[in-house]
């Protein structure tokens, strides 16, 4: 079942639950720390940098040192959180990052790091967590993934393949963990206001040299790496809603939010390759490449 922006009406669960958040230190991942705080849940906020986090720890809401990527910082903090609270209802696999640029000029190693982060550290943290849901017979697992998975462009085809990925892990993960009373959630998110964009724009000025092949199409390129940020969804918006469904005593199993979240989707559906293909050359002004340079 797929939920769209205007499905908000439900009857939420009152009781208060134990919610796990990655990436913190900015954007959604805090917005959803404060607005699962307000709600009355009990929340670990995480990220690599705890001081990024030392406002959201002042407001009650528990920090903790979580770098994703790393098996014993992984390991550490779940035993903590479990040590403390008992359980982990809620898991919210949301740190993430977006590697824009051309996939001729991006070095393995990034592409890499780019899955490091955005797809094996979520199947690392479901491998850790699920267990303890596993034994009480509960529990609801949300990957935030992209509407950037289903709807590809150019100068972002590692973002948007790891974010495919994502999608196609949940769907995996959700099968398998059905028959153990748990639920999988695949969150699509579609423009949301965030530092996204300024993050993604310093990533891209780290290999597109002088001597790239699509050096002259630097705008383009920096034009897809703040797409996000026009005509955003505000991150409070975006948490409230989420917060809302995740809330349910039956999430859905697919929730877009988000400016274009659904507009994008219908668009790579329904219209014809070839069409899109040409659609998003002359967007990005690809025909306009300098072959021979």
Not at 44 to 56: C, E, G, I, P, V
Not at 82 to 87: T, V
Not at 122 to 133: D, R
Request: a positive charge.
């Amino acid at each position: 079942m797929s939920v769209g922006t205007a499905s908000l009406g439900t009857i939420s669960m009152s009781q208060s639950r134990v919610v796990l958040i990655t990436g913190c230190s900015s954007g959604i991942g805090r917005a959803l720390a404060q607005a699962f705080h307000h709600r009355g849940d009990q929340v670990w906020a995480t990220a690599r940098n705890l001081s990024a986090m030392a406002d959201l720890k002042a407001q009650g809401i528990h920090t903790i040192r979580l770098d994703v990527t790393d098996d014993e910082s992984r390991n550490a903090a779940i035993a903590h959180i479990l040590q403390q609270s008992g359980s982990i209802d809620l898991l919210i696999n949301n740190a993430g990052y977006g590697l824009m640029g051309p996939l001729l000029d991006i070095p393995i190693d990034e592409l890499r790091q780019q899955f490091e982060t955005n797809v094996f550290a979520i199947n690392a943290l479901i491998q850790a967590v699920a267990p303890s849901m596993i034994e009480r017979g509960s529990g609801t697992i949300a990957n935030i993934g992209s509407v950037s998975g289903i709807f590809v462009t150019p100068f972002a085809g590692a973002y948007c393949a790891s974010k495919a990925a994502v999608h196609a892990l949940s769907d995996a993960w959700r099968l398998e963990l059905a028959p153990f009373g748990l639920r999988v959630v695949t969150v699509q998110p579609g423009a949301i206001a965030s530092q996204f964009g300024n993050t993604a724009s310093q990533v891209v000025h780290r290999f597109l040299t002088s001597t790239s092949r699509y050096h002259s199409l630097e705008s383009s390129i920096q034009n897809r790496a703040n797409a996000s940020q026009v005509d955003a969804t505000s991150t409070e918006d975006f948490a409230a809603q989420l917060v809302n469904l995740l809330s349910r005593n039956q999430p859905p199993s697919q929730i877009r939010i988000g400016k274009k979240s659904l507009q994008l989707t219908l668009l790579r559906r329904w219209l014809p390759t070839p069409l899109l293909d040409r659609l998003l050359m002359g967007k990005f002004n690809l025909e306009r490449i300098n072959k021979s340079q």
